[in-house]
C-alpha cells in the first residue's frame, strides 16, 4: 500500500495532467472555432440554368476547359460540346464508344475521350472538334488524365485494373499500370510529380511517379469506403474523396493521412475543388450536392447542403465563374415483373444540364 505522501503526489500529478487535457482540448475547439469565424463568407449557391440536349443515352463525366469558356459532356456515343458563357450547345465529338471523360491538352491543341466500350482513347482536333487519331488501350478505358510536364495521357481502365499511358502527340503507348483493384476518379499534381487514383473496391489511394510509371505510395482511406469523387487543392496540397458510405475525406496529398472528413449525401460519384473560394463539392446522386469549406489545411466544414435533382451525380467546376454544372435525366418506372435492380430507361428528351452557381454574382 502507498504511502500517504506517495498518494498525494500522485493525486496532484493525475489532476495537473488532467487539467493539462482539458486545457489543450478547448484551446483545440476554440482554435476552430476562431478559424470559422475568421473565414470569409461562404457564397450561397442557387439554380442559374438547365440546358437541355438531345440524345437518350447514358452519360458520365463533365469535364470544364475554363480557358476556351468549353463543357465536355460524356453522353452515349458522343461528347457534347458546351459553350459556358451563352448555355449553349456548339458541337459534338462522334463516335466515341461509350465514353466515360475529357481530358484537355491546350498546348497542342488536343482534347483525348475514354471510349469505354472500344477500349480506346480517341484524339481530337481542339478547334474543329475532329477526331485525329485512335489510341487502343487496356479494357474498359474510364478515368482519364493529361499529364503536362511529360505530355502523356493516362486512363483507367475499368475491366482492367490497369491505367494505360501514352504520349499525347504520337499516341505511342509508353507503360501499363498494374493497379491493386478498380480504377476510379484520378487528379494529376504535376508539381509533385504525381497522378493520384482511388482503387474504389479496395479502399484505397495510389499515388502514381510519372517519371517512372508506377505506383509510388498506396495509402488507405479509413473511414471512407469505396471511394468515387476525387480533386485537389494544388496550393495548400490537399485531396478531398468522395466516399459511398457518405463521407468526404480531406488527404494530405503527401502522405496520404486522412486530416479531417464531413458527412454527404447518398450515392456521390464526383468531388470539386474551387482554389478561389476554399469550396470542396461533392456531387450526390439524391439530389443533393455537399458544400464544405476549408477552414484551414485541417479542417473541412460544411456550409451547404443544395437540393439539386435525383440522378445528378456528375459534375465540373468552372474556376472563373465559380459555377457548377451537374448532368441528369428523367427515368422511366419499371416496367411490371421487371427486375428492381435493372436500369431504368431515360424518358426520351429529358437530358439535361443544370447550372447552379453563387446566388450574389447573378
Known amino acids: 500500500m502507498l504511502a500517504p505522501d506517495v498518494r498525494s503526489i500522485l493525486w496532484a500529478l493525475c489532476g495537473a495532467l488532467c487539467g493539462a487535457i482539458a486545457l489543450a482540448a478547448a484551446a483545440a475547439a476554440a482554435a476552430a472555432a476562431a478559424a470559422a469565424a475568421a473565414a470569409p463568407p461562404s457564397p450561397h449557391y442557387a439554380l442559374i440554368k438547365e440546358i437541355r440536349l438531345p440524345g437518350d443515352g447514358g452519360w458520365d463525366y463533365l469535364s470544364i476547359d475554363p480557358a476556351a469558356r468549353r463543357l465536355y459532356v460524356a453522353h452515349g456515343d458522343h ?12 458541337g459534338s465529338i462522334a463516335d466515341t464508344a461509350g465514353v466515360h471523360g475529357v481530358a484537355i491538352a491546350h498546348e497542342l491543341g488536343r482534347g483525348f475521350a475514354s471510349d469505354g ?72 499534381e504535376s508539381q509533385a510529380g504525381r497522378i493520384y487514383d482511388n482503387i474504389e473496391d479496395k479502399n484505397l489511394l ?11 505510395q498506396q495509402w488507405p482511406i479509413a473511414p471512407g469506403e469505396s471511394a468515387s469523387g476525387l480533386s485537389i487543392d494544388p496550393v495548400h496540397h490537399r485531396l478531398f474523396i468522395g466516399c459511398r458510405n457518405q463521407r468526404m475525406l480531406m488527404l494530405d496529398a503527401g502522405t496520404g493521412r486522412v486530416i479531417d472528413s464531413v458527412p ?5 460519384d464526383a468531388t470539386a475543388f474551387d482554389s478561389g473560394t476554399q469550396l470542396a463539392f461533392s456531387s450526390n446522386g439524391e439530389g443533393t450536392v455537399t458544400i464544405a469549406h476549408e477552414d484551414t489545411t485541417q479542417r473541412l466544414r460544411v456550409v451547404q447542403t443544395l437540393r439539386t435533382q435525383a440522378g445528378a451525380r456528375t459534375m465540373a ?3 472563373d465563374s465559380h459555377n457548377i454544372y451537374l448532368a441528369t435525366a428523367d427515368l422511366e418506372s419499371p416496367a411490371a415483373g421487371e427486375a428492381a435492380h435493372s436500369r431504368p ?3 426520351p428528351g429529358s437530358f439535361r444540364i443544370l447550372v447552379y452557381g453563387p446566388e450574389a454574382a447573378h
Open 206 to 216: 495510389v499515388a502514381i511517379d510519372v517519371r517512372r510509371h508506377a505506383i509510388a
Open 117 to 188: 466500350k472500344a477500349s480506346q482513347a480517341s484524339v481530337f482536333d481542339l478547334n474543329n472538334l475532329a477526331t485525329i487519331a485512335r489510341v487502343g488501350t487496356a479494357a474498359g478505358p474510364d478515368a482519364i488524365v493529361y499529364e503536362p510536364s511529360r505530355k502523356e495521357v493516362y486512363t483507367f481502365n475499368g475491366r482492367d485494373n490497369s491505367a494505360s499511358v501514352f504520349d499525347a502527340l504520337t499516341g505511342t503507348v509508353v507503360a501499363t499500370i498494374a493497379l491493386p483493384g478498380k480504377p476510379e476518379f484520378a487528379v494529376a
Open 79 to 90: 461528347v457534347d460540346v458546351i459553350d459556358i458563357d451563352h448555355y449553349t450547345l456548339i
Open 317 to 319: 467546376l468552372d474556376p
Open 264 to 268: 454527404i449525401g447518398m450515392g456521390v
Open 345 to 347: 430507361a431515360i424518358v
